[in-house]
């Protein structure tokens, strides 16, 4: 009996690794193996989920305080950066304490400088998990692209397909930005994309995901950066198609498992995967907004730890109570 745990995190109550350690536990007290491999889907833990060397630089918060952020060097050389260490919206106590129209993105341009002046020359960024939404003018002017991005491979994880002046719209409002300040950003955004042509002659309006992370995404693509589906890269660097189709059940899950759960994002990825293998799939999540899940096929289960544990106990527990919900599906899978 072998079980792939491919959580992601379980935000705000458990990151991806601690869920994947739990299931595992359970896993072995029900006889089993497991093959812990934590996800992501370029927003926050993909730091975690790709792996590497710890380093760590000093750079400006989402407000412009100083901030210790982490990065990675992995074994062949490849920098990972989490626009999230830098310019997160969790840096600055979420929407409550942020100022959405001062946010910038200049911390995660000195993360991303910082790697390259330490000599590399490959750059993945997680883009997800941002306070702002500055279409990544900030980041640009702090990299100062055209004497840092020469001879570098940046590829910019996206968990998201928004377009670049759309990011107004769908994320303005979660860090705290007023109907006004929204149409305020959109203003912004649609000015920025005509500058970027001028100076970069690189039109990104309608690039898939250059509207994650407040456009970051797009105001890195303008400077040469390549966009990709965070999932999709980590899946590869991780070699999860291969670890799943050698499984007999994959377990996944994170925090709140919604129609945007299959979109892109990490949960549905591993569905999918799995679905293609022939592999069942347990997905644990914290809540489940069932309402709005996509018909999902009968090899894979849904638990939510909220209605199974009750709210309380599934937030202050969320690891122990996917092990339990795992160890029981075990021993009734398998009696």
């Known amino acids: 009996m072998l079980v792939v745990a491919a959580p992601d995190k379980f935000r705000g109550t ?73 310019s997160g919206l969790a840096l600055v106590g979420g929407a409550a304490g942020n100022d959405p129209l001062r946010a910038s993105t200049a911390g995660t341009g000195e993360l991303i400088a910082a790697a390259i002046d330490a000599g590399a020359r490959r750059v993945v960024v997680g883009a997800g998990g941002s306070a ?103 899946a590869e660097a991780l070699g999860l198609a291969e670890r799943i189709a050698a499984a007999g059940l994959v377990v996944t899950g994170e925090g709140t498992l919604d129609a945007e759960s299959f979109e892109g994002k990490a949960v549905g990825g591993v569905v999918d995967l799995a679905s293609a293998a022939g592999v069942d799939v347990l997905v644990v999540a914290g809540d489940v907004l069932a309402g709005e899940l996509p018909e999902l096929p009968a090899s894979v289960q849904v638990v939510s730890l909220v209605a199974r544990f009750g709210r309380e106990r599934a937030m202050a527990d969320a690891g122990g109570c996917a092990g339990e919900v795992v160890e029981s599906a075990l021993r009734e899978r398998y009696r």
């Open 132 to 234: 702002s939404t500055d279409g990544g003018l900030a980041a640009l002017t702090a990299l100062n692209p055209g004497r840092r991005l020469h001879g570098v491979e940046l590829l910019v994880a996206c968990d998201v397909e928004t377009l670049f002046v759309d990011a107004a719209e769908v994320f303005a409002p979660q860090k705290g930005a007023t109907p006004a300040q929204v149409a305020l950003l959109r203003r912004r955004l649609e000015r920025l994309a005509q500058i970027y042509v001028r100076d970069y002659g690189v039109d990104i309006t309608q690039e898939p995901g250059s509207g994650a992370a407040g456009g970051l995404a797009g105001g890195l693509a303008a400077a040469g950066a390549r966009l990709v589906p965070g999932f999709d890269l980590v």
């Open 14 to 86: 458990a990151t991806a690794a601690e869920v994947a350690a739990a299931v595992a536990r359970a896993v072995e007290a029900a006889g089993g193996t497991c093959d812990e491999a934590p996800i992501a889907d370029g927003g926050e833990g993909t730091l975690e989920a790709l792996g590497g060397a710890v380093r760590t630089a000093t750079v400006r918060g989402p407000l412009g305080d100083a901030v210790t952020a982490e990065w990675r060097v992995q074994a062949g050389g490849t920098a990972v950066v989490e626009m999230a260490r830098a």
